[in-house]
């Protein structure tokens, strides 16, 4: 595949500007850059959903057409990885770099290889990462399911516009709000759903998409293109908000791997009129379900609907204590547990202790986590559960079978 980003000797004269004078030149060279590269390069949504297809010319279209420079230039200086000319930038940059390698250092580097040894061979045929009650966590989501071409993130949070993003970095207090907004999640790996919905609403930052580009950013992945739009009642990406659920679709691409990422701001309770328009978005997908420090939402009735949509269409699970409730998994499931567990780890949450998981835990081989996940981040004490419908093991006994000599599986 081609090289999709092509950098002239103008662009990097530009860039070079904004970094040596980035309060006062900001908002200039970022429309000259762009100008310089959006000549001819105004994706249609159509054009973005041709990632998604097999047809693998339809890609290298895109990608070559894409307008990505602007987008990785403010993904970098989001992530403190600009080379800005500034005291408070380069405090910013300094403690930003500081704690992405503490969380890199306590966690995510170390999920790999314990992910290929413990989740990759148990689990196939998926092509989605469903993260409900994620917030703007990609992460995790990369890091646990690589292999995955689709991330659906739902959060509370506003979600943001990159155009309104690049327009706030000309602000004094935007960097300062920025360190503010990521700091849970670099030091506790999740985000806070109360502190978010009031920082991320802040209009010196303006959303939770610049914490995703942060992360990306910090990943190494280049971004391809990025979409505001809603899903509708059919479950389709449209580019009108009005009357849908909102949504932001990010385009990346790292290794010549394409990924989609939904960013969707709903709520997940029963209540939630639009509710259908999110299950109809991702029904159709082979995905798994992805679930961590989200605050035992489902162990209420009001949050019946997700629960039971996960449990009904999930390829598999994965999931820490604050998912869904152990007792729903006694029938048609095989489960494995990882970590440990005896209780949920901060004291507000203790009303949901779950006999049933502790001893389903107790009676099983422990399978360290060697890193730091969820709730249980600091005190080291953390805790996954893999579940696999009935149905997939079943499918997988008749495949094994199919694969050897002499079997009429198919008659």
């Known amino acids: 595949m081609k090289n999709f980003v092509t950098i002239s000797l103008g662009i990097l004269t530009c860039f070079f500007c904004l970094c040596n004078n980035p309060s006062d030149n900001l908002t200039e060279t970022l429309e000259k850059i762009s100008a310089n590269n959006n000549d001819n390069n105004k994706e249609s949504l159509e054009d973005n959903n041709k990632l998604s297809d097999n047809n693998e010319n339809s890609k290298e279209e895109v990608l070559e057409n894409s307008d990505s420079e602007i987008y990785n230039n403010i993904a970098k200086l989001i992530a403190g990885l600009g080379n800005v000319d500034s005291p408070d930038y380069k405090q910013y940059a300094l403690e930003i770099d500081r704690a992405w390698n503490n969380l890199l250092d306590s966690s995510l580097n170390k999920i790999s290889s314990w992910t290929e040894n413990y989740i990759s061979k148990n689990i196939a045929g998926y092509n989605t990462v469903f993260y409900p009650f994620g917030g703007p966590d990609i992460s995790y989501a990369l890091t646990f399911f690589p292999n995955a071409s689709q991330y659906i993130l739902v959060g509370l949070e506003p979600l943001g516009d990159f155009e309104k993003i690049k327009e706030c970095l000309n602000y004094p207090k935007v960097y300062a709000a920025l360190k503010e907004a990521s700091t849970s999640y670099l030091e506790k790996g999740y985000f806070i759903t109360s502190e978010m919905c009031t920082q991320l609403a802040n209009n010196d930052i303006r959303g939770g998409l610049n914490l995703i580009l942060l992360q990306l950013a910090r990943l190494g992945y280049d971004i391809v293109s990025i979409t505001n739009g809603g899903i509708d009642e059919n479950g389709s990406f449209v580019l009108s908000n009005k009357g ?74 994965l999931q820490d204590d604050t998912g869904i409730p152990f007792y729903f998994f006694r029938l048609d499931w095989n489960c494995k547990a990882f970590g440990v567990y005896s209780e949920p780890t901060l004291p507000i949450f203790h009303s949901y202790k779950q006999q049933s998981l502790k001893k389903f835990f107790d009676d099983n081989e422990y399978i360290e986590i060697p890193f730091k996940i969820g709730y249980g981040f600091r005190q080291g004490r953390p805790n996954l559960l893999l579940a696999t419908p009935i149905r997939k093991n079943v499918e997988k006994q008749i495949d094994a079978l199919k694969n050897k000599k002499n079997c009429n599986c198919d008659k």
């Open 244 to 317: 849908n659920i909102d949504c932001i679709q990010i385009i990346c691409k790292k290794d010549d791997f394409i990924k989609n990422i939904y960013y969707i701001r709903t709520d997940l309770e029963n209540s939630n009129k639009k509710f259908d328009n999110l299950i109809n978005f991702v029904k159709d997908s082979n995905f798994i379900t992805f679930i961590k420090s989200a605050s035992y939402a489902m162990h209420n009735r009001s949050f019946s609907k997700i629960r039971s949509f996960i449990l009904e269409n999930s390829e598999y699970i």
